[in-house]
């Protein structure tokens, strides 16, 4: 039996020494609350990164939707160079400043050019084209599937994350009929 030193006799009779074998957590217990807290930070972590691709996506896709109706206010404005936002040429034509005019063709021409490259420096490698399409909710880049009859439409691709446990790139469509 333990006997504190300060006890003397009878004053100290009954007190024994604590047993410390059953108290506090053991290193089991710990191990196993690590790992539940560890796999609670690995879902939360998961969770947040599938956060932040539709974000990004979200964007991308506010950004294509401004970008299309841009360009369809643009085409209402000069609806008679049409066919140059249908078909535009590889190179631009002459460029016209405050003395020389811009033809209607010119101007379609800068204007389209313009907004390709906005385009694609605001969303990274994205493509437009405009068409008429009977089925615009079709075509994928580099083929836009326009049939050539139907309304006028505005056809954006792009390639992002699809959230998807691979991490593949997906090509994403943002479509705007144009009236």
């Known amino acids: 039996m333990y006997v504190h030193p300060t006890c ?17 957590f053991s290193l089991l217990e710990v191990l196993i609350a690590a790992t539940i807290f560890s796999l609670g930070l690995a879902g939360f972590a ?16 506010g950004i294509a939707a401004t970008a299309a109706a841009s360009l369809a206010e643009q085409i209402r404005l000069n609806p008679a160079a049409l066919n140059r936002y249908l078909e535009p040429p590889d190179d631009l034509s002459r460029i016209c400043n405050g ?20 385009l694609a420096d605001r969303i990274q490698n994205a493509r437009g084209l405009v068409c008429h399409d009977g089925t615009p909710a079709d075509g994928v880049e580099g083929n836009g599937h326009c049939d ?20 593949e790139p997906e ?8 009236s």
């Open 99 to 118: 003395q020389i005019p811009c033809t209607p063709d010119q101007q379609a021409d800068y204007d389209f050019r313009i907004w390709q490259l906005d």
């Open 46 to 61: 998961a969770l947040l990164l599938n956060s932040m691709i539709g974000s990004a996506q979200a964007r991308r896709e």
């Open 171 to 178: 090509t994403h469509r943002f479509t705007l009929e144009v």
């Open 8 to 24: 003397q006799g009878h004053l100290c009779a009954g007190v024994r020494r604590p047993k410390f074998g059953n108290s506090g």
């Open 148 to 167: 050539g009859s139907g309304p006028l439409v505005i056809k954006i691709f792009w390639q992002g994350q699809n959230g998807a446990a691979s991490g």
